[in-house]
């Protein structure tokens, strides 16, 4: 690349008080990450400034969304071998190693996100300011992605506060707000972002001392302390994580722990790890998905009116969730049942979650202003999205569609949250049923990102369009599904889940039928996600899909519900629990032998094969967006790659193979589908 394009990256000014400011702005790209060519044009003007020093170096982005989101995620996906990847990181190393050693003070200022990469470079400054706003977001989420720090970033955080205060941020990948991030010490100093400029200017002409952990901390940095440390950092995080599933943060342990006397050679420790890391299947899988999110945000990102006002009917468990989630996205929520008593259990869980979330009071009140009660339904004729999230019956919602039609301004869009209901069904009431669209959110709708955005038959593409610019204006992840029983998530976890049922039903120990799955990576067991989800809405999903689809429901479900054993929120499913909903007593089955390997693939195949009849069926138009969906909307093993990922990586000859035995075995529902023959 020229000197000419070399400066238009990182462009340079100097100030009267001999202050450079180098302002990093990536042509042709609406966000700032460490590419070749970026790291190529700041090693060009660190020369440049080792030659002929200024009085200080401020690092800032000259766009609007933030510093740098990271490194470039591309380059993860060439093929390199072990040492091309240790030998790339170094020279990045280096060149933060330089500016480290430059003789001035050099500052990053920081507005946006500063992530990652971004984040490393930071953290090479002597000082870091960030902006005290809402769009501030500073971490190091590398595992993530299946490694850890690699730019020297875990020498340098836990040098600045300490093993036990940086190793947490590191090994959660947690992202930190301003106000956060200058409290635990990540950055000097957080300040409003019209006074970034001059808090900059004014840290580098004073030079203050710079912060160092307390000295306990150092203590535990010792040699001798080290592995008593290491023990308890592995302890701790075995309960998140399991080490042959994601082994990235036990692999950041174990370089602290093992770290060399000389700090050059701790760097290049911290560089031969995130090299191996990155060669391993799951860090591969997780790269994948990384890209995979990305594809759906962009579906998302078209040119529509963006949303104000969101009214919401039905304050049950999803609605009165859906609305708390608008609401803490800035907009105005209206949330609609039929009194005031049964909106109030709504509201409250609304407040702990923004409490939660917020923190600071001010903004918590702010979120409760913008989340309406409104049990009359004034709110109808304002709204720009209207929500039905009643109770899943076709005659209740086609007579709420009739009395709302007519009251809908023209520009409207009306969604539903069904789970199971098809919306060419539900849309013969409309006398214009090209608006309706559905918008299927997942339980717990603040922590799963995946919106099933469901196209029926007469839905028109504008409509469509508006729901999934409205999805990604909520911060979640549309993916467009057709309407068809069950959709998309809930019809691949059914048959998963009734197979769960008949293994209970066989006499399997149910913590052996939930750690079969869990050892497989799933989030819990399907025992457990039943009685979450509660055995009633089971029963009644799996009775509409069994009419659909063919599917045998165990007599074992109804048996429980006829007791009033309805799971979690009865105090009683398969398992009993207390008032924390913490397990108290299992089910111990009746003996069944079983292995867990046979429980693990009765479990999966009846998954995988619902897999190949979705696709079969066009559910959703490609394999890449079937796993996108499993995995951001049903938990599916993120270091999997996804189900259908799953599938081929095991051989698609394999798993049909498999299946052909457990039908002969088990019966009909494990014969193979159709659909396996385009995944051959």
Same mark, same amino acid.
Request: hydrophobic share 45%; glycine share 8%.
């Given at each position: 690349?020229?000197?000419?394009?070399?400066?238009?990256?990182?462009?340079?000014?100097?100030?009267?008080?001999?202050?450079?400011?180098?302002?990093?702005?990536?042509?042709?790209?609406?966000?700032?990450?460490?590419?070749?060519?970026?790291?190529?044009?700041?090693?060009?003007?660190?020369?440049?400034?080792?030659?002929?020093?200024?009085?200080?170096?401020?690092?800032?982005?000259?766009?609007?969304?933030?510093?740098?989101?990271?490194?470039?995620?591309?380059?993860?996906?060439?093929?390199?071998?072990?040492?091309?990847?240790?030998?790339?990181?170094?020279?990045?190393?280096?060149?933060?190693?330089?500016?480290?050693?430059?003789?001035?003070?050099?500052?990053?200022?920081?507005?946006?996100?500063?992530?990652?990469?971004?984040?490393?470079?930071?953290?090479?400054?002597?000082?870091?300011?960030?902006?005290?706003?809402?769009?501030?977001?500073?971490?190091?989420?590398?595992?993530?992605?299946?490694?850890?720090?690699?730019?020297?970033?875990?020498?340098?955080?836990?040098?600045?506060?300490?093993?036990?205060?940086?190793?947490?941020?590191?090994?959660?990948?947690?992202?930190?707000?301003?106000?956060?991030?200058?409290?635990?010490?990540?950055?000097?100093?957080?300040?409003?972002?019209?006074?970034?400029?001059?808090?900059?200017?004014?840290?580098?002409?004073?030079?203050?001392?710079?912060?160092?952990? &307390?000295?306990?901390?150092?203590?535990?940095?010792?040699?001798?302390?080290?592995?008593?440390?290491?023990?308890?950092?592995?302890?701790?995080?075995?309960?998140?994580?399991?080490?042959?599933?994601?082994?990235?943060?036990?692999?950041?342990?174990?370089?602290?722990?093992?770290?060399?006397?000389?700090?050059?050679?701790?760097?290049?420790?911290?560089?031969?790890?995130?090299?191996?890391?990155?060669?391993?299947?799951?860090?591969?899988?997780?790269?994948?998905?990384?890209?995979?999110?990305?594809?759906?945000?962009?579906?998302?990102?078209?040119?529509?009116? &963006?949303?104000?006002?969101?009214?919401?009917?039905?304050?049950?468990?999803?609605?009165?969730?859906?609305?708390?989630?608008?609401?803490?996205?800035?907009?105005?929520?209206?949330?609609?049942?039929?009194?005031?008593?049964?909106?109030?259990?709504?509201?409250?869980?609304?407040?702990?979650?923004?409490?939660?979330?917020?923190?600071?009071?001010?903004?918590?009140?702010?979120?409760?202003?913008?989340?309406?009660?409104?049990?009359?339904?004034?709110?109808?004729?304002?709204?720009?999205?209207?929500?039905?999230?009643?109770?899943?019956?076709?005659?209740?919602?086609?007579?709420?569609?009739?009395?709302?039609?007519?009251?809908?301004?023209?520009?409207?869009?009306?969604?539903?949250?069904?789970?199971?209901?098809?919306?060419?069904?539900?849309?013969?009431?409309?006398?214009?049923?090209?608006?309706?669209?559905?918008?299927?959110?997942?339980?717990?709708?603040?922590?799963?990102?995946?919106?099933?955005?469901?196209?029926?038959?007469?839905?028109?593409?504008?409509?469509?369009?508006?729901?999934?610019?409205?999805?990604?204006?909520?911060?979640?992840?549309?993916?467009?599904?057709?309407?068809?029983?069950?959709?998309?998530?809930?019809?691949?976890?059914?048959?998963?889940?009734?197979?769960?049922?008949?293994?209970?039903?066989?006499?399997?120990?149910?913590?052996?039928?939930?750690?079969?799955?869990?050892?497989?990576?799933?989030?819990?067991?399907?025992?457990?996600?039943?009685?979450?989800?509660?055995?009633?809405?089971?029963?009644?999903?799996?009775?509409?899909?069994?009419?659909?689809?063919?599917?045998?429901?165990?007599?074992?479900?109804?048996?429980?519900?006829?007791?009033?054993?309805?799971?979690?929120?009865?105090?009683?499913?398969?398992?009993?629990?207390?008032?924390?909903?913490?397990?108290?007593?299992?089910?111990?089955?009746?003996?069944?032998?079983?292995?867990?390997?046979?429980?693990?693939?009765?479990?999966?195949?009846?998954?995988?094969?619902?897999?190949?009849?979705?696709?079969?069926?066009?559910?959703?138009?490609?394999?890449?967006?079937?796993?996108?969906?499993?995995?951001?909307?049903?938990?599916?093993?993120?270091?999997?790659?996804?189900?259908?990922?799953?599938?081929?990586?095991?051989?698609?000859?394999?798993?049909?193979?498999?299946?052909?035995?457990?039908?002969?075995?088990?019966?009909?529902?494990?014969?193979?589908?159709?659909?396996?023959?385009?995944?051959?």
């Amino acid at each position: 690349m020229n000197t000419a394009k070399h400066h238009q990256i990182w462009q340079r000014r100097e100030d009267q008080d001999g202050l450079v400011w180098l302002a990093l702005d990536v042509p042709d790209s609406a966000t700032n990450t460490l590419t070749t060519d970026v790291l190529d044009a700041l090693e060009q003007r660190i020369s440049e400034l080792e030659s002929i020093p200024a009085k200080g170096l401020v690092l800032y982005s000259a766009k609007d969304n933030g510093f740098i989101a990271g490194a470039d995620i591309n380059v993860f996906r060439e093929t390199h071998t072990e040492d091309e990847l240790f030998s790339l990181i170094r020279q990045v190393q280096q060149l933060f190693n330089r500016i480290e050693a430059l003789p001035f003070p050099t500052l990053a200022m920081i507005h946006g996100f500063c992530l990652g990469g971004g984040l490393e470079l930071a953290l090479a400054c002597d000082y870091r300011i960030a902006a005290d706003d809402d769009n501030t977001r500073i971490g190091l989420p590398e595992v993530r992605l299946g490694i850890h720090p690699g730019y020297g970033g875990s020498v340098r955080l836990i040098e600045k506060l300490g093993v036990m205060s940086a190793m947490p941020l590191m090994l959660s990948g947690r992202l930190l707000s301003g106000r956060s991030a200058a409290k635990a010490g990540v950055i000097d100093e957080a300040v409003s972002i019209r006074q970034l400029r001059r808090a900059a200017k004014d840290r580098l002409l004073n030079r203050p001392t710079k912060q160092r952990p &307390p000295r306990w901390q150092a203590l535990l940095n010792t040699a001798l302390l080290r592995p008593a440390v290491a023990f308890l950092l592995r302890r701790e995080t075995a309960k998140r994580a399991q080490i042959e599933h994601y082994p990235a943060p036990f692999a950041l342990i174990d370089v602290w722990k093992n770290q060399p006397s000389l700090r050059e050679d701790y760097f290049a420790a911290e560089a031969r790890s995130v090299a191996q890391l990155l060669l391993s299947d799951g860090a591969q899988n997780l790269v994948r998905l990384f890209f995979l999110r990305q594809r759906l945000k962009g579906l998302g990102k078209l040119k529509t009116p &963006p949303v104000t006002h969101v009214h919401v009917i039905g304050a049950g468990v999803m609605g009165g969730d859906i609305a708390a989630w608008c609401a803490l996205q800035g907009l105005r929520v209206t949330l609609q049942d039929q009194t005031a008593h049964q909106l109030a259990p709504a509201i409250k869980r609304a407040q702990i979650l923004f409490k939660k979330t917020l923190k600071l009071p001010h903004k918590v009140q702010a979120a409760m202003d913008r989340l309406i009660p409104d049990a009359e339904g004034l709110g109808v004729k304002q709204a720009d999205v209207v929500i039905e999230a009643i109770f899943e019956n076709l005659e209740a919602k086609q007579s709420l569609y009739q009395r709302l039609e007519p009251q809908l301004r023209p520009d409207t869009l009306l969604a539903t949250n069904t789970s199971s209901i098809a919306l060419e069904t539900l849309a013969t009431c409309l006398e214009n049923p090209e608006r309706l669209v559905g918008l299927h959110f997942f339980n717990p709708v603040s922590k799963m990102q995946l919106v099933e955005v469901v196209n029926g038959k007469a839905t028109a593409a504008e409509w469509r369009d508006r729901a999934m610019a409205f999805v990604v204006q909520i911060d979640r992840l549309p993916l467009t599904v057709k309407s068809a029983p069950g959709f998309l998530i809930n019809r691949i976890l059914m048959p998963y889940l009734l197979e769960a049922v008949t293994l209970a039903q066989e006499g399997v120990a149910l913590e052996r039928i939930d750690k079969a799955a869990k050892d497989y990576g799933m989030p819990m067991g399907p025992i457990e996600l039943a009685d979450t989800v509660g055995l009633d809405i089971c029963q009644s999903v799996a009775d509409i899909l069994a009419g659909e689809l063919g599917l045998e429901v165990p007599p074992l479900l109804a048996q429980l519900l006829e007791q009033g054993r309805l799971g979690k929120k009865s105090g009683h499913g398969f398992y009993r629990y207390d008032k924390q909903n913490k397990t108290i007593r299992h089910r111990s089955g009746s003996g069944n032998t079983l292995s867990s390997e046979q429980i693990q693939y009765r479990l999966m195949l009846r998954m995988f094969n619902e897999c190949a009849a979705c696709l079969n069926d066009g559910i959703v138009s490609d394999a890449e967006l079937l796993d996108a969906g499993m995995v951001f909307g049903s938990g599916f093993a993120p270091f999997r790659g996804g189900p259908v990922h799953a599938m081929q990586s095991k051989g698609i000859a394999d798993c049909t193979e498999q299946l052909k035995q457990f039908s002969h075995q088990y019966g009909e529902r494990f014969l193979p589908h159709p659909g396996w023959r385009a995944l051959s």
